[in-house]
């Protein structure tokens, strides 16, 4: 699980993991890139692209296919002003490029402020900040107060469109003055810019005194002035588009929730292939519903817009009582309920805080969606292995066992010694057995529905297969030593030859449980992995020698096998697990048949 980035806190969450039906995934960082760039600005009457490469404060602004300046479009110096002051990132140069420490969108922001000023990653450091309204969740902006020494102070403003239009009175002409505000332009332009896929924030200032140098939100309400939209791309990981997939073909739903206005959710979420793209609730709709109302919803919809991590914890519980096992990523302090709530929480290990990550149990070393989708295969393939061995130890042990009482309820001599079934248990158990848990993934594992949160491991189909197994086994083992009986063998050679007969059942069972989804019939199960082959090479290395070397002979009271007789024990294992399978091809083939009729 740690190589594959998710790094587990708490070891229950393993087996949850396997369990999983839904996972609701942040955006920003998980399944986009994090790496956000400015693409577009809208001021009133003009729509400027920005060009440039990743955070590096290079690039052009361009206005109809041709380069502009600050000089001949002032609002450009407005829009530099805001995204470079109203930010708390830095851009740091380095040989490999540009780094953002802080906020990758405010890193972008910076960017563009060095493309318009031409300063680099550092512009306007004659400004001096006063005072500040930081970002919340419940106000949806982030305002500062700056002053230069030129006898100037301004007040700047970015956040979500929908907030920042409330608090302003004018907007920004295109001839540098003011002029009355356009609500439904902008709300209009906020729609087109988000379609595309873009993240949109709404930029606004104001001119105050000198001597103002505190910051009160009354100095906001209805007082900004309007500079425009900034439009910023975060593009899909290409790996999260796979394990979206890949989800999907596993039964899972994914379930996408941001802060970021619906329309640009549902652009990117039509990249990355989620169901029911189309509609989209906002955190207002959340707020509307009553319980039942949103456990309803939350079913049927997949993204979720403009939302607050309390909206997160409702959601979450709103899944749970339709009785799904949900799996719910967050990074921020006031996730932790959410994730405390959700049957796997996980958390952001890049950028998520320390009360996330003491919340979650699982912890996403690179905050990669493909990670999520990788751990819950690893999850489903560690509950398939538990399942494999206690499918491989329950029913051989039940043969060893019928084996011995059956034989003394009928007065009859012992097929195998005592002292020759602990032999077979020490040398099975630590070999065989512990094989089955360096089991790798199955190939159909993540095309499976997810299994029920309360399924039990002893199944009416494990109880099924304990006593198939076991009666084969006492058939088998009680065949041969009757064989070797019927033809004169002694005892100890006839004990022998059952006593091998048993080691090969189970090595052959071995080969079989190892696909308990699919057909062993195939080179790929055959060819087993190292450790299988290990482990049956040692078993059968010490088993040879417990039969033909004369010290062990004395030990466990053993005799050399003829030849023939050894080929025919084989010969036995092979028809054992050709019973085996064509019971296993039988009860998939009438499950899917049955799945098939049901859908």
């Keep these: 699980m740690a190589r594959r980035n998710a790094i587990v806190r708490r070891l229950p969450a393993i087996e949850t993991l396997g369990s999983v039906s839904v996972i609701c995934s942040d955006k920003t960082g998980t399944l986009t890139r994090n790496e956000m760039m400015v693409a577009s600005l809208a001021a009133a009457g003009h729509i400027y692209s920005v060009g440039g490469n990743g955070y590096a404060p290079e690039g052009a602004v361009r206005w109809r296919e041709a380069d502009v300046h600050p000089d001949d479009h002032a609002v450009l110096m407005e829009f530099a002003r805001a995204a470079g002051l109203c930010n708390d990132a830095m851009l740091h140069a380095h040989e490999a490029g540009w780094r953002v420490e802080g906020d990758p969108m405010e890193g972008a922001l910076m960017a563009l402020a060095g493309k318009i000023t031409r300063e680099g990653g550092a512009p306007f450091r004659h400004w001096t900040r006063t005072d500040a309204i930081p970002f919340d969740t419940a106000h949806r902006y982030m305002a500062v107060l700056h002053h230069d020494h030129e006898d100037r102070a301004c007040i700047h403003v970015k956040g979500a469109p929908e907030a920042v239009l409330a608090l302003c009175a004018d907007q920004r002409a295109a001839d540098g003055g003011s002029e009355p505000l356009d609500a439904d332009h902008w709300t209009e332009m906020v729609e ?72 640009t959710a549902r652009a990117i979420a039509g990249m990355i292939g989620l169901k029911n793209h189309d509609r989209v609730l906002t955190g207002a709709d959340l707020e509307a519903m009553d319980d039942a109302a949103l456990a309803e919803a939350a079913v049927q919809t997949d993204i979720f817009a403009r939302t607050s991590p309390a909206h997160k914890l409702r959601l979450v519980t709103a899944l749970q009582s339709r009785g799904l096992t949900v799996a719910m990523t967050g990074d921020g302090v006031n996730d932790a309920p959410a994730l405390k709530r959700a049957d796997a929480g996980i958390a952001m290990g890049l950028k998520g805080s320390e009360a996330a990550k003491e919340a979650a149990e699982l912890v996403l070393a690179d905050d990669n969606f493909a990670s999520i989708a990788a751990a819950v295969r690893e999850g489903r393939t560690v509950y398939d ?14 043969g060893e066992a019928m084996t011995i009482i059956v034989a003394l309820f009928a007065g009859m001599a012992l097929p195998i010694t005592a002292v020759q079934i602990l032999w077979i248990n020490l040398v099975t ?91 062993s019939l195939t080179w790929a199960a055959a060819r087993g992995t190292r450790v299988v082959w290990a482990c049956v090479i040692a078993v059968t290395t010490v088993q040879f020698a417990v039969t033909y070397m004369p010290p062990l002979q004395a030990v466990f009271g053993t005799e050399a096998v003829p030849l023939f007789d050894g080929l025919l024990i084989v010969a036995i294992g092979v028809v054992f697990f050709g019973l085996i399978e064509t019971e296993k091809q039988m009860r998939l083939a009438f499950r899917s048949a049955n799945g098939a009729a049901a859908g």
């Design 192 to 263: 087109d810019l988000a379609a595309e896929g873009q993240r949109v924030i709404a930029v606004a200032a104001r001119a105050v005194p000198q001597e103002h140098t505190i910051l009160n939100t009354a100095d906001l309400e209805g007082r900004l002035t309007l500079i425009g939209l900034i439009g910023l791309i975060d593009p899909p990981r290409p790996e999260a588009i796979e394990a979206v997939a890949e989800c999907h073909a596993a039964g899972i739903r994914v379930k996408m929730i941001t802060g970021d206005h619906a329309a």
């Design 385 to 398: 292995n538990i399942k494999k061995v206690i499918s491989w130890t329950l029913p051989t042990n039940a």
């Design 429 to 519: 158990a630590i070999t065989l057995g512990l094989a089955l848990a360096f089991e790798p993934s199955e190939p159909g594992t993540m095309r499976r529905p997810p299994r029920p949160r309360d399924e039990p491991l002893l199944t009416g189909g494990l109880v099924w297969h304990i006593v198939l197994v076991s009666t084969l086994f006492l058939v088998a083992v009680f065949g041969m030593y009757y064989y070797a009986t019927e033809k004169g063998y002694s005892v100890p050679l006839a004990q022998t030859m059952a006593m091998n007969t048993l080691v090969v059942l189970e090595i052959f069972h071995l080969f079989f449980i190892r696909n308990i989804h699919g057909t």
